[in-house]
């Protein structure tokens, strides 16, 4: 009965080789969020979706693209991975005025 | 300075003991307020949401806003192995959508 279902759980990658991380979820929430975390460090939000709108953080690197083709699917795009984009990626969902809820996140391992 | 200032521990405690998790915050256009606990490798998990000021208590947690000071707390009580993690504080301000900062969380251990 997960709500924020990320697939897959662990991804590993070669350096510079194109990559794609899934999010779906079942709340039918109009928010969705990606945010990089990394060891003992707060989670760092890269952009979300409000509806179709995509919203970008200013210091999120061209690297990273993400979709949304409905409202239950979510996905992170990163074209060129760099060992420093090794991290867990986590997805979140939410609405305007509520908590985000969150998957169980994506380790990303790049070799 | 950062927004949310959060000591990241660890904090080791025994079985039983009550814990104390802080965060003190410089915005005082934050207005609501949540803690999430994370297990290693895992997604957090909400664990108390919280409007302005005041104290919420759901079973063994307790969490307390002073918006006069700038500083939230998250209580527990009875603590278990079970709640060694990492328990971060978000905030947000009021209106309209509005983006989590979290602090950087506290590794806290309960020994049995």
């Known amino acids: 009965d997960a709500m924020v279902i990320q697939n897959p759980r662990y991804q590993v990658t070669q350096f510079g080789k194109p990559v794609t991380l899934s999010c779906s979820q079942t709340?039918?929430?109009?928010?969705m969020y990606w945010y990089q975390q990394k060891s003992s460090q707060a989670p760092k939000l890269l952009f979300h979706y409000y509806d179709k709108d995509f919203n970008n953080e200013a210091d999120t690197p061209d690297n990273f693209q993400s979709r949304r083709p409905n409202t239950s699917f979510c996905f992170l795009d990163i074209r060129s991975p760099g060992l420093g984009d090794a991290a867990m990626y986590l997805c979140a969902t939410g609405t305007a005025n509520t908590e985000a809820f969150f998957g169980q996140g994506t380790r990303l391992t790049v070799v | 300075q950062k927004e949310v200032e959060q000591d990241p521990g660890p904090l080791s405690v025994p079985e039983g003991a009550i814990v104390s998790l802080n965060c003190t915050y410089s915005?005082?256009?934050?207005?609501?307020f949540m803690w999430y606990r994370q297990y290693s490798r895992k997604g957090p998990e909400l664990l108390m949401y919280?409007?302005?000021?005041g104290n919420k208590e759901d079973g063994r947690f307790t969490a307390q806003v002073d918006k006069s000071s700038k500083y939230i707390s998250l209580f527990i009580r009875d603590s278990q192995p079970s709640d060694s993690a990492t328990y971060l504080c978000a905030m947000k301000k009021n209106t309209g959508f509005q983006k989590l900062v979290f602090g950087t969380g506290t590794r806290l251990l309960v020994s049995p």
């Open positions: 709340l039918n929430h109009n928010v």
């Open positions: 915005n005082s256009a934050f207005q609501y």
């Open positions: 919280t409007y302005s000021s």
